[in-house]
């Protein structure tokens, strides 16, 4: 009877110096991640999860360390239990979106980012990821949509104007993708692949002299694509 009691008493002591350490391997961890050492970090937060298997944070931060490693798929797995374990981290779905994006499983990306949107309307960045990924599932009046929402506070992203113009091209709203073409060279009168999208606008929009300029000059700057764009639709005006 004795030694039931001390077994008793004991139990809770050992659990204390087990958390302790599992906080210690987690810290340890933490200084890897920082120092970029991504496999030693991993391996600090496996003890940690090991012993103490309820360990959140160790499950965020070895599916940190798993995304800068590119081990995507095992990264997802990691931030889907961070998200089981509390359904409001925010950060988790942030990454867990991102690794679905690498991982081109856009559907799933898609419901995570409007996870954060729900979250909090007024944060642009999850519209900018959420345009690309209508945009690669083909759902091109939706990406435009939400392209304009994250350029509502990030007129100056001319790489996102370029984007929403090939959403409008695809959706064939010619006039709104020279618009957003303009945008972009505006903001950069270097960016010659702007110059040969506006054109091809342009054309589909049946103003031909004006394509035709865009492609002499995007030409004229060294994108050779433009050649055959001129050969086929001007040569003969």
Known sequence: MN????????FPSLLFAQDEKAYKLYGDGVS???QADYPHAISSFNEAIALKPDFQFAYYNRGLALFELKSYQDAINDFTVVIRMDSLSIDAYKFRAQSYIKEAAYEYAILDLNSLIAFNPRVAEPFKNLGLCYYYTRQYKLANEAYQTYLGSNLDDAAIWFQKGM???YYADFELGIKDFTAVLELNKDYVTALEWRGKCFQKANFINKACLDWESALSKGLN???????KFCESK
């Open 167 to 169: 959403s409008n091209y």
């Open 225 to 231: 694509s433009s050649k055959e764009l001129l050969h």
């Open 3 to 10: 030694r039931i009691i001390y077994l008793l008493f004991l």
């Open 32 to 34: 890897y991640y920082y």
